[in-house]
């Protein structure tokens, strides 16, 4: 099970943590996701951490979003700064076992809403 928490109402240029908290899974064995889907658009991958600490980021967040895990806590984070209105979305958190296998874990979603 994976839960989000951390979203919220921002003004442009803030920022926020994300967190991602699992259980019923040996959580270092897996790379971890965070997807975000805005209003009438498809689901997008924003950044993935791999359990040795290879990290990805999609273009349009480098430089300013960061992710990162505990796997003392079982958890994955994703820092967001320098928020921007499009930036609003649902971001869902995911794992999955390796590179070439599904996310078979999601959460529910969290809702970062960055006004103008």
């Known amino acids: 099970q994976l839960v989000e928490s951390g979203g919220g109402l921002v003004q442009a240029g803030g920022s926020l943590r994300l967190s991602c908290a699992a259980s019923g899974l040996t959580f270092s064995n897996y790379a971890m996701a965070w997807f975000r889907q805005a209003p009438g658009k498809e689901r997008e991958l924003v950044a993935t951490?791999?359990?040795?600490?290879?990290?990805y980021y999609t273009g349009s967040v480098k430089g300013r979003f960061t992710i990162s895990r505990d796997n003392a806590k079982d958890t994955a984070y994703l820092q967001l700064n320098s928020l921007k209105p499009e930036d609003t979305a649902v971001y869902y958190c995911a794992a999955r076992l390796g590179r070439l296998m599904e996310w078979s874990y999601w959460g529910q979603g969290t809702q970062v809403t960055v006004s103008s």
């Open positions: 951490i791999s359990s040795g600490g290879s990290l």
